[in-house]
């Protein structure tokens, strides 16, 4: 799969059933493109892989829970199951509103190299990019001073729509999420006993890298919608609960922390209802 990932950017996102996301689907065809990945595949959509790292006391959540201005995430994503495939090693970072995303591709053979600690060798690289380089070195950085390791299996069906001059507006619709614990680097589509992150409904999100599209502003005006959160990672652990991704895992959170986990539980059971809560940002 070629790399059309926008490395800066503003994400917007909202929790629709799946007749509003058809009609969105109407909606932004008049402006962008279905990505050709998901043009051949059926409901236009293609699977999406990601494992997501952690430390033993789950600091990446804690964070998202919390709502940290200043947070990231450690995942390793791959779309088919392929000996040949490359896995992407990625930080998805938030500062403030803007998201800020670093990743490189390796061959499958290096991905349990490069999850000991090591730095990746010329051979295990698929581009030549520098970029692309500097950020696996960034990864296995932060991944060893969390000691971060493999805490969960998170996979979803996504349908995109690009610009047709360039990658700087995006819009996604996520189905059929789940998060399954995953403590070891099988990179494999196949799940033991997974939880539907948000039901029936669709993740739609809006990304661009400019201002904010006027035709955006139409759609969530005609649509009436209101922005929310959706963390997939996040989401799925809250759902699971944390025990369930560390048998040793000690529950440290505080007063406020859990506070905001059971307001997002709540939210969450709200979906699984079929009831779509609207929350503030």
Known sequence: MQDNVQFQRFELKYIVKEDVALAVRNFVSSYLAIDEYGATQPNLSYAVHSLYLDSDQLLTYWHTINGNKNRYKLRMRFYENQPAAPVYFEIKSRV???????????????????????LPEPAHLVSSDPKQLVALQRFSQIMNEIHAKPKAHVSY????????????????????????????????????NPVCVFGRSVVLELKFTGRFPDWFREMVRIFGFAQCSAAKYADGVALLG????????????????????????????????????????
Request: hydrophobic residues 35%; proline residues 3%; charged residues 30%.
């Open 96 to 118: 403030n509103d803007a998201i800020l995303k670093q990743r490189g591709a390796v061959r499958r053979e290096a991905v349990d190299w490069i999850l000991a600690g090591h």
């Open 157 to 192: 069906f996504r349908e995109a729509w690009i610009s047709r001059h360039s990658n700087s507006v995006r819009v996604t619709m996520d189905r059929d999420v789940k998060c399954d614990p995953e403590p070891s680097s099988r990179l494999s589509g196949q799940m033991n």
């Open 242 to 281: 944390e025990r369930q991704f560390d048998s040793q895992y000690v529950f440290q959170a505080g007063p406020e922390s859990v506070e905001n986990l059971n307001a997002r539980k709540e939210f969450l059971k709200a979906i699984a209802n079929g009831s779509v809560v609207r929350t503030a940002a």
